[in-house]
């Protein structure tokens, strides 16, 4: 697996990139690098290591940069993750020609995550139809398998 991400404009995917490719096709070419990935992933410490129809798993570790006050990792990089590996999921099941966008997402943090513990947020597509998806997530500990977070997510689907 070959790690790549966009650092300007013209890494990113273009219409052209988005839409003659299936949503699995394209999520699949970002795991494998043929695609850069966005840069939050640099920004926020995780990026896709796994798509299949349905379901997308990100690793991430968060570091000092995503510390809260309290000195422990900022409730925002959860958001992060999950609505990136829950929409994904989505896009595993979109249709070439069409492209999606989160409408809403609802995160709960179950436990605290200490700085530098690697995890696996993995999506799973739960209803991609005409016009909305939906799909689940929940971040684990890859060392201790423990649950820190789930999510939901709904997303639009569109024709691009």
Not at 6 to 25: F, K, N, V
């Amino acid at each position: 697996m070959t790690r790549r991400i966009a650092t300007d404009l013209q890494d990113l995917a273009d219409r052209h990139d988005l839409t003659s490719r299936s949503g699995l096709e394209f999520m699949q070419d970002v795991v494998n690098g043929t695609l850069a990935g966005p840069p939050i992933g640099r920004t926020m410490g995780f990026w896709p290591i796994e798509a299949q129809d349905g379901r997308v798993v990100f690793e991430g570790t968060p570091e000092f940069h995503v510390t809260n006050p309290m000195r422990g990792t900022h409730g925002g990089w959860f958001g992060a993750i999950l609505d990136s590996c829950m929409a994904c999921a989505v896009m595993t099941k979109v249709p070439k020609g069409s492209v999606y966008t989160t409408l809403e997402y609802k995160v709960n943090i179950t436990r605290a995550l200490p700085l530098g513990m690697t995890v696996h947020a993995i999506g799973t597509a739960q209803h991609a139809g005409r016009s909305t998806g939906v799909a689940v997530g929940e971040v684990r500990g890859v060392e201790d398998g423990k649950l820190y977070a789930t999510g939901s997510t709904t997303c639009l689907i569109m024709t691009a």
